[in-house]
DNA sequence: ACTATTTCCTGGATGC
DNA sequence: TGCATCCAGGAAATAG
């Protein structure tokens, strides 16, 4: 179940891996629900798009995709001789309405191949399930695999989830807003300010990805153990300076699971198929029953909101 | 404006 | 062994 720190350790691993690759081709499966965006917009943005970046927001993976228009333009002029409105996908994309017209007249008549960039994005949540692999086309394609990217460095890069719980979409550059802050870049009074008067368990709202994004279930549960907060706490009700310690924990729990290539539980693996190990560091998560590491009190499991919740009912209050 | 609940989805685990 | 049932959970939709 990937959370902030798989879905970064998986774009850091697919960023080494396909930066600067063409996608040649995009080859779409049958079931519907991975796609957030329309089959023929998702296609159509990722053909002959050069991925520029790939990176982390919250829990989604956003591929920032370049297209030359140069090269669009001078395949249409040799295919068909010359044309007076030649296509240029990439010109309009960025530019503001006012100026479009102008810059199109002008770069037609100067340089009608000149390179411009699309500044589109594709944008992937994994879900549960959901992964990301770097394949040879000879590799046998798995069952519910939902995407295929044909790459000009002849691999593929294929999406692959089980439950389908994961979603594609394209964007324009810009346009893509997870909502809420960066756990490891929001400062102190932002982060307290966002649990000012609300009346749901501390847990909730730390998975709500309206407040902070990127925050799952392991995470909600390491966080508070190591602050010392029963998951059941209301948000309104936390100290000041509970709230700080809090902030400390998320920010600690998230940089360290990172470090150790995130938590593998239900066969997660990252874009190289290595796993991580932070599981071997869960102090509450799935330790139900099991002695607390530091008062050796049975760890218990409530649900709030249909999760699971673990805590130590000593060290947390 | 919030908050709580339900729904989606399938593989693996469990129970009889 | 086989078959049914339950469970995992992120986020959107729905209800209050």
């Given at each position: 179940m990937p959370e902030l720190p798989e879905v970064e350790t998986i774009a850091r691993g697919l960023a080494k891996r396909v930066t600067g690759d063409l996608v040649e081709s995009v080859w779409l499966g049958q079931k519907p629900e991975p796609l957030k965006s329309p089959a023929a917009e998702i296609a159509a943005t990722l053909e002959q798009s050069r991925i520029a970046t790939v990176r982390r927001v919250g829990k989604h993976i956003v591929f920032d995709l370049e297209r030359s228009a140069g090269r669009v333009g001078r395949t249409l002029l040799s295919a068909k001789g010359k044309q007076t409105k030649p296509a240029r996908p990439g010109s309009r994309v960025k530019r503001s309405l006012d100026s479009s017209t102008m810059h199109a007249e002008a770069d037609k008549s100067v340089r009608p191949t000149h390179a411009v960039p699309t500044n589109a994005q594709w944008i992937v949540h994994l879900g549960m399930t959901g992964s990301l692999r770097i394949c040879e086309s000879r590799d046998e394609v798995l069952k519910h695999t939902h995407a295929i990217l044909k790459l000009a460095s002849g691999r593929e890069l294929r999406f692959i989830d089980p439950r389908r719980f994961g979603r594609l979409s394209v964007a324009k550059a810009g346009d893509f807003d997870a909502g809420g802050y960066e756990p490891l870049e929001v400062e102190l009074d932002r982060f307290t300010a966002l649990f000012r008067g609300r009346k749901t368990p501390i847990k909730s709202a730390l998975l709500n990805q309206k407040l902070?994004?990127?925050?799952?279930n392991i995470y909600a549960d390491e966080s508070l153990f190591r602050a010392g907060i029963?998951?059941?706490?209301?948000?309104?009700?936390?100290?000041h300076e509970q709230l700080q310690k809090l902030f400390l924990s998320v920010k600690e729990v998230l940089r360290e699971a990172i470090a150790l290539g995130g938590s593998s539980v239900s066969d997660y693996v990252d874009a190289d198929g290595e796993e991580g190990f932070f599981q071997l560091e869960h102090r509450v998560y799935g330790r139900e029953g099991e002695p607390c590491?530091?008062?050796?009190?049975p760890v218990k499991r409530i649900v709030i909101a249909g999760r699971s919740s673990h805590y130590c009912p000593k060290c947390q209050k």
């Open positions: 902070l994004r990127g925050v799952g029963r998951p059941r706490r209301r948000a309104s009700s936390i100290s590491l530091v008062c050796k009190s």
